[in-house]
């Protein structure tokens, strides 16, 4: 099944990354180049990079100089992330290019991708919510608390991953088709945000 191997390399990738927790540390990606698997595991890299940024610049005693690097390297991200996915849908788009979908197909509102982005950020949850569960700095109030919340996510996790599933099923027999469209993320384009092209003026 596409979730089970997708949710297996996410794990893969967390894991990796927690051998080092180092925001700066290169990403060495296992698997060939211009494999789904390769797409996957570098998503996630991505979003687990971001996901620690994001804990970094919530430090009330951050340097504000620092802060806003960080501020900036996570909108870099946010533009990798979002350019992932559409890699990870030109793949499918590529392999699903000679279905010829039914004349009642129906489009999706959303792309396997960006649901496969969800599934991805869903198994960050998963993991740093696990490692609460296991602290030994807290009382059992919290653990407790936290594995309520754990397991709402395993179900979440059970629920996308059988969507997921059933959505790349209805793509391949035709049943629904899959359109893509570019983000248009306006905030990064210095002719599209207008303090950037103001300061031309």
């Not at 004349?103 to 609460?132: G, Q, V």
């Not at 059988?162 to 384009?189: H, S, V």
Request: hydrophobic share 35%; charged share 35%.
């Amino acid at each position: 099944m596409f979730t089970e191997n997708a949710n297996r390399i996410f794990n893969r990738s967390i894991e990796d990354y927690h051998r080092w927790d180092d925001v700066d540390h290169p990403i060495e990606n296992p698997f060939e180049a211009g494999t789904i698997d390769h797409l996957l595991y570098h998503k996630n890299w991505i979003d687990t990079v971001q996901w620690h940024l994001e804990d970094i610049i919530r430090d009330p005693a951050i340097d504000p100089v620092e802060a806003l690097r960080i501020k900036r390297r996570i909108d870099k991200s946010n533009q990798d992330r979002t350019d992932m996915v559409e890699y990870i849908d030109s793949y499918l788009l590529d392999k699903y290019r000679d279905v010829r979908p039914a004349a009642d197909a129906r489009l999706n509102t959303e792309t396997p991708a960006w649901a496969i982005d969800r599934l991805s950020i869903l198994a960050l949850k998963i993991y740093h919510m696990a490692r609460e569960t296991e602290r030994t700095d807290v009382d059992q109030a919290h653990r407790d608390a936290c594995r309520r919340k754990l397991d709402v996510l395993l179900t979440q996790q059970v629920d996308l991953s059988r969507a997921i599933e059933e959505l790349i099923e209805d793509i391949e027999a035709g049943r629904k088709y899959m359109k893509t469209y570019k983000q248009m993320k306006m905030y990064n384009d210095p002719s599209l945000n207008p303090v950037l092209y103001g300061q031309k003026k």
